[in-house]
């Protein structure tokens, strides 16, 4: 079976001599407070929960994790054949016009270099690689 809960102590290290401390979260919002050996006084921040989640050995994805990379995985060859996002486009042309380049000539670079990225990169543009696109549009400006 699985564990229902885990119990943690906050450790803690005196700035002057260097010793630790262990307390429970009863001790730590309750006293709030450890007078060290050396004299020190040490204020503990109150603490409301430790948030820990145990890593099982040879689970590495569960049912809800697979699901979700199969769902992924789909939205990504859907997206192989789409045409670049109007939005993009409309990004990458206004940089390359703010380079140099006329806005006819943008637009058909953006379209050409869209088609080496889908070739070679077997995958759309999207918000998370939007970025990556536009360096990859930087490298293949001039082709
Ligand atoms: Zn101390």
Same mark, same amino acid.
Request: aromatic share 0%; charged share 10%.
């Given at each position: 079976m699985r564990p229902k809960s885990v119990e943690v102590h906050p450790v803690y290290k005196c700035n002057e001599c260097g010793s630790r401390h262990c307390e429970s979260l009863d001790y730590v919002n309750r006293i709030g407070k450890i007078i060290c050996g050396c004299g020190n006084l040490i204020t503990l921040d109150p603490i409301q929960t430790f948030k820990i989640s145990p890593v099982y050995k040879? =689970?590495?994805?569960?049912k809800d994790e697979k699901k979700q990379s199969i769902h992924n995985i789909q939205i990504n060859t859907s997206k192989?054949?789409?045409? =670049?996002k109007k939005e993009y486009s409309e990004k990458c042309v206004s940089l390359l016009v703010s380079l140099g380049w006329k806005k006819r000539e943008s637009k058909k670079i953006v379209s050409q270099v869209f088609n080496l990225w889908k070739r070679e990169m077997k995958l759309g543009v999207n918000s998370r690689n939007f970025e990556e696109f536009i360096s990859y549009l930087m490298r293949n400006q001039k082709c």
């Open positions: 040879n =689970l590495a994805t569960t192989n054949s789409k045409p =670049l």
